[in-house]
């Protein structure tokens, strides 16, 4: 019997009743006395200089109560870049400013360098549209191509950055001389260029924010889409607008969705509180979807030649990468972590390679910054990886499942120290490319292709192992790598009076589930039912200073300082428990919701335990404070390392070109699972992410920096006929080493080992197809591509 | 969006008269019109709708073929064309998603003319005729060129009449994103001949692929089109494929429709 309470419950999600029922709160959905609407003034041109922002019409113009230009902001702090990255020559990145309103020089297309709040929405919109008709900004030439931006010194995103050039990143530099002989002696080498496509995040809930301000207490509040509100506030706070930390609470309601988007601070929540101050009334603003398209952080946009040596029977020897990575036209919170330390210690997958060099140079460009998307770099490094090695099997006509096992780990090499910088606490590569070949009925192939073919298509399998580093991060290991912040997480366990319980946690759910599964967690550990714990996210003035929300981190970081907080609530318990029963503290022990006597029928339930520390009548107040309330904060060890198995068959429509994704297969090892029912939508939505960026998803802006992609009518997001039914398993457990649970992520697997697995099915399907001449095709790996690549 | 006026007259005659003003805009289904005004586009001082008129809507036969209310959803047509005409109604079918099919109508369509829209290539495939409040227009001179109509200032459409064919399908290859044919291929056989027509592809709009009709009037299968090709010159070329691409694709999906149509 499944378990139907606790830990390992497929529960469905309690969130669910209010999302699917209207009845979620969003920023959009609050409506606050008093309140005025901001709208931005956004360029419409990719690069230019402002010469003049004329304001006076429009602060003129009925119902606007204010206007904001660049040079109000001037002085502030800039939203600084979260990890410092030095060059291979030892010298710092280069981090230009990032400025609330831009001045000066506008950078992208939707680049904001003034604003209007107004008492409607709409004579807001008017007056930011006459403040457009009203500056002059000299439109100076685009800067779009990463190769060109790099290679013409005269044309600058950044006036002070000559080479458009952030940083130029070895890693790791010492070994990079043995890399290259490795590579040089190696019997067979394999090449591969190959893009990393751009994309749009396209949360469903567009950002949106509101800022307060009480001129009575000198308090603010930012209500806003956010992954993590503690970071928000610091970075408000502390870099940007010099609010002190306690005069700030930022709330971060019901979020939907953000992929990374809403991990950052973008400078319409610094002006919504600015406008919010001097006006004394709430300032709201919701991003359009077109402000999405433009502004919202993209995700990947790498341009990568890969290089891979080996012998003539498929033993991986070296592996050689020169990147290109575009950051857009600022440096977003992380966007310098994405391609380099996300990326590059993410290149010798789940082999033995011994070799393995990562260059990564990342490049200012005129577009909307690019910042990490789930996955983050692990999805670049892995399509990288597991394309260049389908190609070396086709190259010496090698058995991509047998080339796969020979270079896998095994499970008595762990823990095993990569040649990139990480350490494999534990794994069993093998037993999910077993478990997914079995899935996927690997030795029928034939006879579905022959299927396939009887309706006029080619049929193709592909195969991707990837392995990934998530539960983001340990604090000491970032720093050395160019961290500015740590990344432990924190939780409050707060039992009542009554027994029920409210948990505080750092993380924020904006779609994970957490309120039912960190209730498991907790109801598993005291042997109380779920319906007694609550958990309260996403408002700093109620959690503990946590870190957020991303790099599929909540469980394994916030979920471990949440059970360690527990764990105090329980030797608490114990304390009060000895005291009552008239027993020694040793003897008691806590099982089901009980606290007893060992070896006698003494006990006292949980609950009458938690009354006793609020109504302490008798109670050892001499020893121990009244109360029974818990905090922890919990550092990570290490990484957690999540990998698995994904083989993904492919029917390809020779006339059309057009792919569709037959049958997903798809291993994984998250180590323990908490709510299988979460992780399998959490592997859905990662697999769809997957397939809509192998087969659909592109971002695409013309020579002059405008984004061709910035509708629905041109960005073409997965939909439902657009995957397969997923079969999914997570029976192929090795629990993570240093976490109590023994978890580790799964929220971006699904996104990072799904794209080759596509991939190298359609390269094998035109291969059996007879159209052997196609090596390769870049995503997305559209109709027209594939059409093209057959018929080229 | 800016402030507008709306009507919305009860007949074919009020609505005439409420678009004779200054600044006023016909309002079908709004498919096209509303987000052009969302984004502001489009201003338009005054929107008429002609949704509230009864002799614009439904779908029955008559004089000539199955008569379809110029205001009538996709939708409706979708379920009560199947009867009579059931690729046309398969089309009907096949546009957008259900929110679309709710609002969006046959007029609208075929008004706004949209280069890759469903509609008009089984207008002119069918050789349809289009009623108007003033006339009747034969589709192959109703369409002349990209968003551009026979219509005259203060003329809208008020119904399309369909001749039934013996035999017909639409196939279309949906743009990824919008769902719009990135190209769709209608064909419809008559006792006089075939008649191919194509949408999504060209450069002009709807147009009809006349070497296919007359190798498909002789023999009306695929492998009649074997000898044929397409020349890309005159394809729209853009973000989702190339001339020579679509070229490809009125081809292919022509054979498929054949197929199809059995």
């Known amino acids: ?792 | 969006m800016h402030n507008f006026d709306f009507a919305k007259p009860s007949t074919i005659a009020e609505a005439a008269k409420a678009l004779a003003a200054d600044g006023a805009q016909a309002l079908s289904g709004g498919q096209t019109l509303i987000p052009t005004m969302k984004q502001r586009l489009a201003a338009p001082g005054v929107l008429v709708s002609l949704t509230g008129i009864a002799e614009m809507q439904g779908v029955c036969m008559g004089d000539g073929g199955l008569h379809i209310g110029a205001a009538t959803p996709h939708a409706v047509v979708a379920k009560e064309a199947k009867a009579h005409y059931p690729a046309l109604a398969a089309l009907a079918g096949g546009i957008g998603d259900p929110a679309v099919r709710s609002r969006g109508t046959i007029g609208g369509s075929i008004a706004n003319n949209d280069p890759a829209a469903c509609y008009p290539s089984a207008v002119l495939a069918s050789g349809a005729t289009v009623v108007t409040n003033k006339r009747k227009i034969a589709a192959d001179d109703y369409f002349q060129g990209l968003f551009t109509t026979a219509l005259e200032e203060g003329e809208f459409v008020t119904s399309v009449i369909f001749p039934i064919p013996s035999s017909a399908a639409y196939v279309k290859f949906n743009q990824p994103a919008s769902r719009f044919a990135l190209t769709g291929v209608f064909v419809a056989k008559y006792a006089d001949g075939v008649r191919v027509a194509v949408t999504g592809a060209g450069n002009d709009g709807v147009f009809r692929w006349k070497e296919a009709e007359a190798a498909l009037s002789g023999n009306f299968s695929a492998d009649a089109l074997s000898g044929l090709t397409v020349d890309p010159d005159g394809m729209i070329a853009d973000l989702h494929g190339s001339a020579a691409y679509r070229a490809n694709l009125v081809k292919v999906l022509t054979g498929r429709a054949v197929t199809a149509a059995g």
């Open chain 1, 1 to 792: 019997m499944p378990k139907d309470h606790g830990i390992g419950a497929s529960l469905k999600r309690r969130e669910d009743v209010r999302f699917l029922t209207g009845r979620g709160v969003y920023t959009d959905d609050m409506a606050l006395h008093g309140q005025t609407y901001a709208v931005f003034v956004r360029s419409t041109v990719a690069h230019g200089r402002i010469k003049s922002v004329n304001t006076a019409k429009a602060a003129a113009m009925p119902g606007v109560l204010a206007v904001f230009t660049g040079e109000d902001f001037k002085d502030v702090g800039g939203n600084p870049a979260g990890w410092l990255i030095n060059s291979r020559d030892g010298t710092p990145m280069r981090e230009p400013k990032r400025p609330v309103l831009a001045h000066g020089k506008v950078r992208h297309v939707g680049d904001a360098y003034a604003a209007v709040v107004a008492e409607t929405y709409a004579q807001a919109k008017d007056a930011a549209q006459q403040i457009a008709d009203d500056s002059v900004i000299e439109e100076l030439p685009a800067i779009v191509d990463m190769k060109a931006a790099v290679a013409d010194a005269s044309n600058r995103v950044h006036d002070e950055i000559p080479d458009n050039l952030c940083f130029d990143w070895g890693w790791i530099e010492d070994n990079r001389a043995a890399v290259d002989a490795a590579m040089q002696a190696a019997p067979h080498k394999v090449t591969l260029e190959l893009v990393n496509n751009r994309l749009v995040p396209n949360a469903m809930e567009p950002r949106a924010s509101i800022g307060e301000y009480n001129p009575g207490t000198g308090d603010y509040k930012l209500t806003t889409t956010s992954q993590n509100p503690h970071l928000t506030r610091l970075l408000v706070a502390a870099f940007v607008l010099g609010i002190p930390e306690n005069k700030l609470t930022v709330v971060a309601p019901d979020v939907g969705g953000g992929f990374g988007s809403k991990i950052y601070h973008y400078g319409e929540e610094a002006l919504v509180l600015a406008a919010a101050k001097k006006l004394a009334r709430p300032v709201r603003w919701t991003a359009e979807r077109s402000e999405s398209f433009l502004t919202d952080a993209h995700g990947r946009d790498h341009v990568t030649k890969i290089e891979l040596g080996c012998t003539k029977d498929g033993q991986i020897l070296a592996i050689r990468t020169e990147t290109l990575a575009n950051v857009g036209a600022y440096l977003s919170n992380f966007s310098t972590a994405t391609p380099t330390f996300l990326h590059g210690t993410l290149m010798a997958g789940p082999y033995k390679v011994p070799h393995v060099y990562v260059n990564v140079k990342t490049v200012f460009t005129n577009t909307a910054p690019v910042d990490a998307y789930r996955g983050a770099g692990r999805p670049e490094a892995t399509y990288s990886l597991e394309r260049i090695i389908d190609k070396m099997c086709r190259e010496l006509n090698l058995d991509p499942f047998e080339v796969r096992r020979k270079n896998l780990l095994t499970p008595d090499q762990f823990p095993y120290t990569t040649p990139v910088g990480l350490v494999y606490d534990t794994g069993n590569y093998q037993a999910t490319l077993d478990k997914a070949m079995a899935m996927a009925d690997v030795s029928g192939f034939a006879k579905r292709a022959a299927e396939s073919k009887a309706r006029g298509k080619l049929r193709g399998m592909g195969l991707s192992t990837w392995i990934e580093a998530c539960g983001i991060a340990p604090s000491h290991l970032v720093g050395i790598l160019g961290s500015r912040v740590g990344l432990y997480d924190a939780a409050t366990v707060r039992v009542n009076a009554t027994g029920n319980i409210s948990v505080m946690t750092g993380a924020h759910s904006h779609g994970q589930g957490h309120e039912t599964v960190f209730a498991q967690i907790v109801a598993e550990k005291l042997g109380i039912p779920e319906s007694s714990v609550e958990i309260v996210h996403g408002d700093t003035s109620k959690i503990p200073f946590g870190m957020g929300s991303y790099g599929s981190r909540s469980l394994a970081v916030c979920g471990t300082a949440m059970t360690k907080a527990v764990d105090k609530i329980i030797a608490k318990g114990k304390k009060i428990a000895a005291h009552m029963l008239e027993a020694s503290e040793g003897d008691i022990t806590f099982e089901d919701g009980k606290f007893q006597v060992a070896g006698t029928d003494k006990a006292k339930t949980f609950g009458e335990i938690a009354f006793s520390a609020y109504v302490p009548h008798n109670y050892p107040l001499e020893t121990l404070e009244p109360g029974l309330e818990e905090t922890a904060f919990y550092d990570p060890a290490n990484f957690t390392y999540p990998a698995g198995a994904y083989i993904c068959e492919v029917e390809v429509d020779e006339g059309t070109g057009k792919v569709d994704v037959v049958a997903f297969h798809c291993a994984d090892d998250f180590g323990n699972v908490m709510n299988p029912l979460i992780v399998e939508g959490q592997v859905h939505g990662g697999v769809g992410q997957g397939i809509g960026q192998a087969l659909l998803e592109f971002t695409t802006y013309d020579e002059n920096g405008q984004l061709l992609t910035g509708s629905y009518m041109d960005y073409p997001m997965p939909r439902a006929e657009d995957v397969p039914f997923y079969n999914v398993d997570y029976s192929c457990q090795t629990p993570c080493t240093h976490n109590p649970l023994g978890v580790k992520g799964c929220g971006e697997a699904g996104a990072i080992g799904s794209p080759p697995a596509v991939v190298n099915a359609v390269i094998d399907a035109l291969h059996r197809g007879g159209h052997t001449h196609v090596k390769h095709i870049d995503m997305p790996v559209s109709p027209s591509r594939v059409w093209s690549a057959i018929n080229g």
